[in-house]
């Protein structure tokens, strides 16, 4: 999911409970002065209200992926934004208060942080009572809603499909009045026969029309996968040659149908467009990277290589400007499709990302390397202590026979 979507989706709902008056631009932007205090935990210099718990969850996922062990402060502050119920709102400035009424928990920031904590390990507690907190609020029809009771949408029932499946669950075993998150995901597919077949709609419109969108696409194929939001890149065998659409009596159909709906609308410039009301049309990003993990976790890398090589050549900057959630973004598509987030279009983005944040733990093969220096050293000191020993033991035994030949002499 878009970052910029989820932070305009995360503002929607305020703004639904009238608790929060600015714009949705400095939602969707990078703030130069944040209106709390940043957590020196926390991955990001922007201000964290509406994404705080998001771009963590997704700069420990995207850390994971290249073996990268996070801060312990890092995965702590992500633990303890829990409240007590087991939900996660998108940030709580003060988390030793207790979370009340007024704590917009959501199932996007409680999905993504489950999927983070998991990864990471050691908050099986915390993943639990998030999972927990989860099913208690699925909706009759399978699917979840960015609040509590809102109505189903594919994105947030696609990422809490991701938190099931990491936290060990089978998500079309969680059930609500007979319906699973699966059958939710499938009635917001567009039938083949209707204009963008194969394609997912974010929820309907008053009247039940489904339109056509490439975030929710991507959201859903991910979703119907039961992938989450760092999935490996997929079989071949579920690519396909031309970009068809065929009745989705499944999930995994319904993903191919998402996918090549993806495909057809990469083919010509490689990326996707953001159409924001009052602007001009500009490339997307962030929904052009999460569009790549789709395509590679639905039918492997090969599937995702034009918007790939796109990103490769275009996406610095907008990742600079971003900040942790682009970098994070970028190295999970990097990491679906094998490239190497170390030298994406010439960019390491693993030392970007981790430069956001508190400083992570040395990597495998670091430690490897620190380790074979210490070695060294304890080598290198062990052999001039040998050295200097032996000298020590040269020089007592010509003291002792000079002692010896000067008795002699005296008595002689």
Same mark, same amino acid.
């Given at each position: 999911?878009?970052? /910029?979507?989820?932070?305009?989706?995360?503002?929607?709902?305020?703004?639904? #409970?009238?608790t929060?008056?600015?714009?949705?631009?400095?939602?969707?932007?990078?703030?130069?002065?944040?209106?709390?205090?940043?957590?020196?935990?926390?991955?990001?210099?922007?201000?964290?209200?509406?994404?705080?718990?998001?771009?963590?969850?997704?700069?420990?996922?995207?850390?994971?992926t290249?073996?990268?062990?996070?801060?312990?402060?890092?995965?702590?502050?992500?633990?303890?934004?829990?409240?007590?119920?087991?939900?996660?709102?998108?940030?709580?400035?003060?988390?030793?208060?207790?979370?009340?009424?007024?704590?917009?928990?959501?199932?996007?920031?409680?999905?993504?942080?489950?999927?983070?904590?998991?990864?990471?390990?050691?908050?099986?507690?915390?993943?639990? %009572?998030?999972?927990d907190?989860?099913?208690?609020?699925?909706?009759?029809?399978?699917? $979840?809603?960015?609040?509590?009771? &809102?109505?189903?949408? !594919?994105?947030?029932?696609? /990422?809490?499909?991701? !938190?099931?499946?990491?936290?060990?669950?089978?998500?079309?075993?969680?059930?609500?009045?007979?319906e699973?998150?699966?059958?939710?995901?499938?009635?917001?597919?567009?039938?083949?026969?209707? %204009?963008?077949?194969?394609?997912?709609?974010?929820?309907?419109?008053?009247k039940?029309? #489904?339109?056509?969108?490439?975030?929710?696409?991507?959201?859903?194929?991910?979703?119907a996968?039961?992938? &989450?939001?760092?999935?490996?890149?997929?079989?071949?065998?579920?690519?396909?040659?031309?970009?068809?659409?065929?009745?989705?009596?499944?999930?995994e159909?319904?993903?191919?149908?998402?996918?090549?709906?993806?495909?057809?609308?990469?083919a010509?410039?490689?990326?996707?467009t953001?159409?924001?009301?009052?602007?001009?049309?500009?490339?997307?990003?962030?929904?052009?990277?999460?569009?790549?993990?789709?395509?590679?976790?639905?039918?492997?890398?090969?599937?995702?290589?034009?918007?790939?090589t796109?990103?490769?050549?275009?996406?610095?900057?907008?990742?600079?400007?971003?900040?942790?959630?682009?970098?994070?973004?970028?190295?999970?598509?990097?990491?679906?499709?094998?490239?190497?987030?170390?030298?994406?279009?010439?960019?390491?983005?693993?030392?970007?990302?981790?430069?956001?944040?508190?400083?992570?733990?040395?990597?495998?093969?670091?430690?490897?390397?620190?380790?074979a220096?210490?070695?060294?050293?304890?080598?290198?000191?062990?052999?001039?202590?040998?050295?200097? $020993?032996?000298?020590?033991?040269?020089?007592? /035994?010509?003291? &002792?026979?000079?002692?010896?030949?000067?008795?002699?002499?005296?008595?002689?």
């Open positions: 999911m878009n970052v /910029v979507r989820h932070s305009a989706a995360a503002l929607a709902a305020a703004v639904v #409970l009238g929060v008056a600015a714009p949705v631009a400095q939602a969707a932007d990078p703030s130069p002065s944040p209106s709390v205090a940043l957590p020196s935990g926390l991955y990001g210099t922007s201000d964290p209200t509406y994404d705080g718990v998001w771009r963590q969850s997704l700069a420990l996922l995207a850390q994971h290249v073996g990268v062990k996070p801060a312990g402060k890092a995965t702590d502050w992500l633990a303890r934004q829990q409240c007590d119920n087991g939900g996660f709102a998108a940030f709580r400035a003060e988390p030793a208060k207790d979370c009340d009424a007024k704590t917009m928990v959501d199932t996007n920031s409680t999905a993504a942080a489950v999927q983070a904590l998991a990864a990471v390990g050691d908050y099986e507690a915390a993943t639990g %009572k998030a999972v907190w989860l099913k208690s609020v699925q909706n009759k029809d399978g699917g $979840w809603g960015y609040t509590p009771g &809102g109505p189903s949408d !594919a994105n947030s029932t696609a /990422v809490v499909i991701g !938190a099931l499946a990491a936290a060990g669950e089978k998500p079309d075993a969680v059930v609500k009045d007979g699973s998150p699966y059958d939710a995901l499938l009635k917001l597919a567009i039938p083949c026969g209707e %204009k963008d077949g194969g394609a997912f709609a974010y929820q309907p419109d008053k039940g029309t #489904l339109a056509a969108n490439a975030d929710a696409t991507a959201a859903a194929v991910l979703g996968l039961g992938k &989450g939001l760092a999935p490996e890149a997929g079989s071949e065998a579920g690519r396909q040659a031309e970009p068809t659409c065929a009745d989705a009596k499944t999930p159909q319904a993903a191919a149908n998402g996918a090549a709906y993806l495909t057809r609308t990469l010509k410039d490689g990326h996707l953001s159409a924001l009301p009052g602007a001009e049309d500009q490339p997307d990003y962030g929904n052009t990277a999460d569009a790549v993990v789709a395509l590679a976790a639905q039918g492997g890398a090969a599937q995702a290589a034009k918007p790939l796109w990103l490769e050549q275009n996406a610095a900057d907008w990742a600079e400007q971003s900040g942790p959630a682009a970098y994070a973004q970028l190295i999970l598509a990097a990491h679906a499709t094998g490239a190497d987030p170390k030298d994406f279009g010439g960019t390491d983005l693993v030392a970007q990302l981790n430069a956001t944040g508190p400083a992570p733990q040395l990597q495998a093969e670091d430690q490897a390397v620190a380790k220096e210490e070695d060294k050293d304890d080598e290198d000191e062990g052999s001039v202590f040998g050295v200097w $020993w032996y000298v020590g033991v040269f020089l007592v /035994v010509g003291i &002792g026979i000079g002692f010896l030949l000067s008795n002699r002499n005296k008595r002689q």
